[in-house]
C-alpha cells in the first residue's frame, strides 16, 4: 500500500512517520523536506493536487493543520487555506481513483456548554477562526465523497516541539510559581497515542471489506477520562519530578480564563465521547494520566523516528 503524509515534520507528524510503515510505503511530505518530489506548499491548492496525481496514494493521512489557534484570529485567511480548503482539495483528487483519506480535526469545534462528552452527532458550534475552519474542513471532505475517516482530537501534547507539555517543563525549570487556567476541562491526549491508534485504525479499516462495507466519516479519538490545563499541569510536574526530568515541582496557582485573556475564546468543556471508535475499531485509549508517565519516560519516542 502506497502511503502519503502531509505535516510529517509536524508534532503528530513526527509520530505517524514511525507508525505508519508497517502498513506500507510511507511518502512523507513537507514544505521543508530535502525530497524534492515530495516538497508542497500545502495553501497552494493546485500543487496538493499535483502531488496527489502523480504519486496517486491508496490512503492520504493529513496531519497537517494550522493550529495557532490565537493567530488564526487576526490570520483568518491563512487558517482557512490549510484547514478548511486542504482536506477538500485532497479528498476530490484521492476520490477518482478510489483511494482514502484519514484526517484529523478538534474538539474545538464544539462551544463547550456540553456537560457530559461530547458525542460525534452532537451539534457543532465553533467560538472563533480555527474552530470554524477545522469544521469547515471536516464538512469539505465529506463533501468530496471520498472513503475517508475524520479524527476528532484534544489537547495534543509531546516531547516535540512547541505544545502545553514542553511549554510547562520550560517554565517548571525556570520559575518557583506560575499561574494556569482551571475552568476549562477537556483531555490531555499524547501524539504517540495518537500515531499508534492511528495506525491500529488504518490496518483494521482498509482491511474491512469492500469499500462500501467500510464505516466512514467522524470518530473520536483521546485519551480516556479528563481534567483542567491547571489538573494538567500538576500532573505534569509530578510525573517530571518522579521521572527526573525536574528537580523539583513549582507551585501551581489555579486561575480563571478571565484572568489570562486570549485573542481566541476557548470551550469551557471539550470532553470527547470515544465510545464510537472503541466500537468500530477496538481503541482501547488509555487513562490521560498513565499516557502523560509514557510520554515522559521516552516511551513513544523510542518506538518511533524523529
Not at 466512514?216 to 519530578?241: C, K, M, N, Q, S
Not at 471508535?277 to 498513565?290: E, I, K, N, Y
Request: charged content about 20%; overall charge negative; aromatic content about 8%.
Amino acid at each position: 500500500m502506497k502511503i502519503l503524509l502531509f505535516g510529517a515534520d509536524g508534532q503528530l507528524g513526527g509520530y505517524l512517520r514511525g507508525t505508519l510503515p508497517a502498513l506500507g510505503e510511507v511518502h512523507a511530505s513537507s514544505r521543508s523536506t530535502s525530497n524534492d518530489d515530495l516538497r508542497c506548499d500545502l495553501s497552494d491548492p493546485s500543487a496538493v493536487d499535483g502531488l496527489l496525481r502523480r504519486l496517486r496514494p491508496d490512503l492520504v493521512v493529513n496531519a497537517a493543520a494550522y493550529t495557532a489557534v490565537d493567530q488564526a484570529e487576526t490570520d483568518a485567511d491563512t487558517a482557512m487555506r490549510i484547514n478548511a480548503i486542504l482536506p477538500g482539495v485532497i479528498g476530490a483528487a484521492v476520490a477518482t481513483w478510489g483511494g482514502a483519506v484519514i484526517h484529523y480535526s478538534t474538539d474545538y469545534v464544539f462551544d463547550g456548554t456540553a456537560h457530559h462528552p461530547y458525542t460525534e452527532d452532537d451539534a457543532t458550534a465553533p467560538l472563533g477562526v480555527y474552530g470554524n475552519s477545522k469544521l469547515a474542513g471536516e464538512q469539505a471532505l465529506a463533501a468530496t465523497g471520498v472513503d475517508h475517516l475524520v479524527l476528532r482530537t484534544a489537547w495534543v501534547y509531546s516531547l516535540r516541539g512547541r505544545n502545553f507539555l514542553t511549554t510547562m517543563l520550560r517554565l517548571g525549570a525556570d520559575r518557583d510559581s506560575l499561574s494556569v487556567v482551571d475552568d476549562q476541562r477537556g483531555t490531555p491526549t499524547s501524539a504517540g497515542f495518537l500515531a499508534k491508534a492511528t495506525a491500529n485504525i488504518a490496518d483494521k479499516w482498509l482491511k474491512n471489506g469492500a469499500t462500501h462495507a467500510r464505516p466512514r466519516g467522524i470518530f473520536h479519538l483521546t485519551a480516556a477520562g479528563d481534567t483542567t490545563w491547571h489538573g494538567f499541569a500538576e500532573a505534569i510536574f509530578d510525573e517530571a519530578v518522579t521521572s527526573g526530568r525536574l528537580p523539583g515541582k513549582p507551585s501551581v496557582l489555579p486561575i480563571p480564563s478571565a484572568d489570562y485573556p486570549t485573542p481566541a475564546k476557548r470551550p469551557a468543556w471539550s470532553v470527547l465521547d470515544t465510545t464510537k471508535t472503541l466500537a468500530s475499531f477496538g481503541v482501547m485509549p488509555p487513562d490521560w494520566r498513565s499516557d502523560l508517565r509514557k510520554v515522559l519516560n521516552g516511551d513513544y519516542d523510542t518506538a518511533s523516528s524523529t
